[in-house]
Nanobody, 123 residues
Framework: QVQLVETGGGLVQAGGSLRLSCAASGRTFSSYAMAWFRQAPGKEREFVATISWNGSVTYYEDSLKGRFTISRDNAKNTVILQMNSLKPEDTAVYYC????????????????WGQGTQVTVSS
């Protein structure tokens, strides 16, 4: 069992940065692939980024490459999403997710989810 808690969301102006954190509980955190997804009002949940259990493999939604960076610290049971050059279209609730095994970009394949943190980017 893994419990996930996201923090770091908030209101930021376009062009600004935010750093989201996901704190995980459970002894098996270091064996899980982790990911960030987001959901804007009226839209489906979409993939943002994922990272393998040891951090050696990362994938990003194509349009976010170069602006968003995912990382993890297994000693601290934490996954980070650094978001730079934010745009109003990045406004959404951001969710952290975990699954055993390989990284994937499909939300339905993730077993554990946090409650989400709101990110609002003003123009």
């Amino acid at each position: 069992q893994v419990q996930l808690v996201e923090t770091g969301g908030g209101l930021v102006q376009a062009g600004g940065s935010l750093r989201l954190s996901c704190a995980a509980s459970g002894r098996t955190f270091s064996s899980y692939a982790m990911a960030w997804f987001r959901q804007a009002p009226g839209k489906e949940r979409e993939f943002v980024a994922t990272i393998s259990w040891n951090g050696s493999v990362t994938y990003y939604e194509d349009s976010l490459k170069g602006r968003f960076t995912i990382s993890r610290d297994n000693a601290k049971n934490t996954v980070i999403l650094q978001m730079n050059s934010l745009k109003p279209e990045d406004t959404a609730v951001y969710y952290c997710a975990a699954k055993p095994g390989a990284v994937v970009s499909v939300a339905a394949l993730y077993d554990y989810w946090g409650q989400g943190t709101q990110v609002t980017v003003s123009s």
